[in-house]
């Protein structure tokens, strides 16, 4: 606490995202990157955007971008809109779309991102309750609301919500905004996209980190009917003009035209996936159903904070939530199968130990 803070910046609870050793000899299973690089021509665009326009700011509508995400979705320009990674999407649709007249929806166990900036616009919100095998129930969010947003998959449950029961949710709440949050829906999900022609309270946000393996580079996107897209321009452009530096714009832009890679890297990944939750399944973990690059898992014997901190001293690091009703759950993004042999051989030595605690 200082005295040079005002009360906003006092009063804040920020998020804290998962760590990012500087050694790089730990298998990172911790933040849902993707484990597979991104494809070479999305480097190549980088490396040739990074020049002398340099001296020149980026076109603050990031036109080539919105254009070419567009035309991939079969949606208008006006249709899209780009930002320094989902997140600042995120911040910038809690600001455009939701008020203080009634509580922001979202689910008890969700992104935890979501109160964050709650608070930090002092939005009133109420977390949702799952049903107790961690399902979001749309049926729960019939009551009086400023708007919704959940992610599908949700985070960190990795359960998917099928496409029939967004339509629920949007038929039901037709005068606010439905924020459907797809960071993960490439990993086997069905995407609300195809809704937004029908609906106009719907958003829906993408990012490039997880599927696209561009974590670093901080692009997201959001689609939905020109009119929240307008939305979202007014506050950004009450924030910052340029959001989306030039190598972001070319690599992201690059990223859209490599499809093959983008398919094969996801079929890996969700092979991967279901291997690691069969064998985890097999050392008897409760694993949840996932439908992203990441799984949630609990064991009946062993509480998830030893787990955490035995994989952790073996150099593997995962992500632990010291939160009401997943307290002994880890989420676990899946990795190489190299990566995810060296946590099971890890979990194996752990769960006999631990047993004799
Ligand atoms: C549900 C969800 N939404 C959004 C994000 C943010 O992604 P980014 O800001 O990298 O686009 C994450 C990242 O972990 C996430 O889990």
Redesign the pocket.
């Known amino acids: 606490m200082s005295r040079f803070w005002s009360s906003t910046a006092a009063g804040l609870t920020p998020y804290i995202p998962g760590e990012q050793p500087s050694e790089g000899r730990m298998i990172k299973l911790n ?2 990157e993707n484990p597979y690089p991104p494809p070479p021509a999305v480097l190549e665009a980088i490396r040739s955007a990074a020049g002398d326009s340099l001296r020149l700011y980026p076109d603050p509508n990031a036109s080539g971008l919105t254009a070419v995400i567009a035309a991939y979705f079969g949606l208008a320009p006006g249709g899209v809109f780009v930002g320094n ?3 600042e999407i ?1 911040a910038f649709a809690f600001q455009a779309f939701f008020d203080h007249d009634q509580p922001v929806l979202f689910p008890d166990v969700t ?1 935890s ?1 979501y109160s964050v900036y709650a608070n930090l616009y002092n939005l009133p919100y109420t977390g949702v309750p799952l049903d107790r095998q961690f399902r979001i129930l749309p049926s729960a969010y019939q009551i009086p609301n400023s708007g919704i947003i959940l ?1 599908n998959p949700n ?1 960190p449950t990795a359960i998917h919500l099928p496409l029939e029961q967004i339509r629920e949710l949007l038929e039901h709440n037709n005068d606010r905004v439905l924020i459907v ?1 797809e ?2 829906i490439d990993f086997g999900g069905e995407s609300a996209v195809p809704l937004i022609a029908e609906y106009p309270n719907l958003l829906v946000i993408h ?1 490039l ?1 997880k599927s696209r393996s561009l ?1 670093g580079l ?1 692009v ?1 996107y959001a689609l939905g009917q020109p009119e929240l897209i307008e939305g979202l321009n007014r506050v950004k452009n009450s924030f910052n003009s340029y959001t989306l530096d030039r190598l972001a714009l070319a690599g992201a832009e690059a990223s859209f035209a490599e499809e093959a890679y983008f398919r094969e890297n996801i079929a890996r990944i969700v092979r991967t996936r279901e291997v690691a939750a069969a064998a985890l399944r097999e050392a008897g973990f409760n694993v949840t159903d996932s439908q992203a690059n990441f799984l949630f898992v609990s064991h009946p014997a062993v509480p998830a904070p030893v787990i955490f901190r035995k994989l952790r001293e073996q150099g593997i690091l995962v992500r632990y939530f010291d939160k009401p009703r997943i307290d002994n759950y880890l989420r676990i993004t899946v990795g190489t199968d190299a990566e995810m042999a060296a946590l099971l051989k890890a979990m194996k030595q752990i769960l006999p130990e631990a047993d004799s605690l």
Do not use: E, I, K
């Open positions: 933040t849902n990674g989902s997140d995120l992104y991102f992610p985070a949050d960071a993960y990012t980190s974590a901080r997201g």
